[in-house]
């Protein structure tokens, strides 16, 4: 089983950054394509990005495509968001989550593995 930790999420003004960090442990952290996803009160978690086990493929949603990043360090288990120009409507919190095996998708059934999730809050 992989247990996942995030961090880094807080308040920033509209247009500033923040990176966010999910750190993995319990199991080998190579073997599981990982995802970012968030929710807001009232609406179902949405994707934000994923990336392969390798790190060489990633893949984002449409509203964060040019504004986020994310990386990934296997020999350190960890895994980034690095989100720049943030807006308001990026206020949410953030879950970090391993894929199933071979699950190459977005959707959320296709994630076994959840962080506890961390709040990123933008002022306008």
């Known amino acids: 089983q992989v247990q996942l930790a995030e961090s880094g999420g807080g308040l920033v003004q509209a247009g500033g950054s923040l990176r966010l960090s999910c750190a993995a442990s319990g199991a080998t952290f190579s073997n599981y394509a990982m995802g970012w996803f968030r929710q807001v009160p009232g609406k179902e978690r949405e994707f934000v990005a994923r990336?392969?086990?390798?790190?060489?493929?990633?893949t984002y949603a449409d509203s964060v495509k040019g504004r986020f990043a994310t990386s990934r360090n296997n020999a350190e288990n960890t895994m980034s968001l690095q989100m720049n120009s943030l807006k308001p409507e990026d206020t949410a919190v953030y879950y970090c989550?391993?894929?199933?095996?071979?699950?190459?998708?977005?959707?959320?059934?296709?994630?076994?593995?959840w962080g506890q999730g961390t709040q990123v809050t933008v002022s306008s």
């Open positions: 990336i392969s086990q390798s790190g060489a493929i990633t």
């Open positions: 989550a391993a894929a199933r095996l071979r699950y190459r998708g977005s959707d959320t059934n296709g994630y076994g593995y």
